[in-house]
């Protein structure tokens, strides 16, 4: 497994930087999408006539028949067959090691572009070369999926305006984190941070990408201007919920200075008791619980390696990375409705109360 710290088999930063064509390489992750893939592409591929791009479609071993349908539709998408499913990271870890762009669009195939959504992503890219940039993603409704995410400080993350109107945000801003539903980065910043950390599998890559970038002194910005609408049913499993949790701790772990992690213990005991209760809703979620308690001190010294790395790259310190992180919980997109409001509205003060002051 390739580690998401060392340089990708891609030539070095100087030759990126002075690449023109093409100027931007697409990577969709494809694991049984055929559905998806047909509403995505043609919102896609007529944005080519306004940006030079290629297309890499990463077939993850589904068993769809998309490799077939796009080889006999769309003959100018490069495919990739991966002989394994090794996940979001992984897939998109197999298309960037080919791509030749300048610059990556890791892009899911539940979305749909709007008509001039890669020229005005790539016109905010141009203006700010070294930034990692999100667009505004909607639901199908009209409403905000996300611009951008934020975290709570003991690493819950929740989409950045979540349900509220699509006008809501319309400037250019630094955001804390990106979403990887639609995540544009610069090919020679990926070089020098590493790509998405396999270990991970699904869930948290982008935060954790997000923060290795910002903690390397790279600016995340959200461009509202680009429009994507996001076909994604907000839904929890015990296996969604044992990779949530797991990579949510692996990011601090990861990404924060042992100092830091020691001031976080009080807060962080809250969240794990919170967690816990949660998982009282099956067995399955309570055995997630186990797994990754288990998982963790199984791989304690690889932790300690791949945190040591991350740090070598550090240009600012925690408590600007973390400035600005959430006292909330995203206990409406757990549960929703007024419980999930009165859970919220408990747990803030709480968390006001123990958040190192460093964070504030």
């Known amino acids: 497994m390739r580690s998401p710290l060392n340089p990708l088999p891609l030539s070095n930063p100087a030759a990126v930087a002075i690449q023109t064509k093409p100027e931007l390489s697409i990577i969709l992750v494809s694991y049984d999408s055929l559905a998806d893939l047909k509403r995505c592409l043609p919102t ?9 791009m290629e297309l890499i479609v990463v077939d993850n071993h589904g068993r769809d028949g998309v490799a077939d349908w796009i080889t006999a539709e769309y003959p100018s998408v490069r495919l990739l067959s991966n002989p394994t499913n090794s996940g979001y990271a992984g897939g ?3 298309g960037l090691s ?3 762009g300048q610059r990556v669009l890791f892009l899911n195939p539940d979305t749909e572009l709007a008509p001039d959504c890669l020229d005005r992503l ?3 890219a141009r203006r700010h070369p070294t930034a990692l940039i999100t667009p505004k993603l909607l639901k199908p ?11 709570n400080y003991t690493g819950l993350t929740t989409c950045r305006g979540l349900d509220q109107p699509a006008a809501t945000f319309t400037a ?4 804390p984190l990106l979403s990887g539903a639609a995540l544009l980065a610069p090919r020679a910043v990926l070089q020098l941070i590493g790509a998405f950390n396999e270990t991970y599998f699904m869930y948290f890559e982008d935060t954790e990408l997000s923060m290795r970038a910002r903690l390397a002194g790279f600016e995340l910005l959200c461009e509202p201007a680009a429009v994507i609408t996001h076909y994604y049913t907000l839904g929890m499993s015990a296996s969604k919920f044992y990779y949530l949790e797991r990579n949510r701790l692996l990011t601090l772990l990861h990404i924060l200075s042992r100092k830091s992690c020691r001031q976080l213990v009080p807060a962080l005991a809250v969240t794990e008791l919170l967690m816990w209760l949660y998982a009282l809703k ?11 308690y288990g ?7 690889a932790i300690r390696a791949h945190h040591r790395a991350i740090q070598t790259t550090r240009r600012i310190t925690d408590a600007q990375l973390m400035k600005g992180s959430l006292t909330d919980l995203p206990f409406g997109q757990l549960m929703g409705g007024s419980i999930g409001r009165f859970c919220t509205a408990i747990a803030r003060p709480v968390y006001a109360l123990l958040r190192p002051r460093s964070f504030s």
Not at 282 to 292: I, K, M, P
Not at 295 to 301: G, T
Request: proline fraction near 4%; aromatic fraction near 8%; charge should be positive.
């Open 122 to 124: 790539m016109t905010t």
């Open 282 to 292: 099956g067995w399955g979620y309570l055995r997630a619980r186990f797994r990754t």
């Open 295 to 301: 998982y963790l001190l199984r791989h304690r010294e």
């Open 141 to 151: 409704d009209g409403r905000i999926n996300a611009c951008g995410n934020e975290m």
């Open 172 to 175: 250019l801003e630094p955001v």
């Open 92 to 94: 998109n870890n197999l």
């Open 98 to 100: 080919q791509a030749s």
């Open 44 to 52: 896609l591929l007529p944005q080519a006539e306004t940006v030079s």
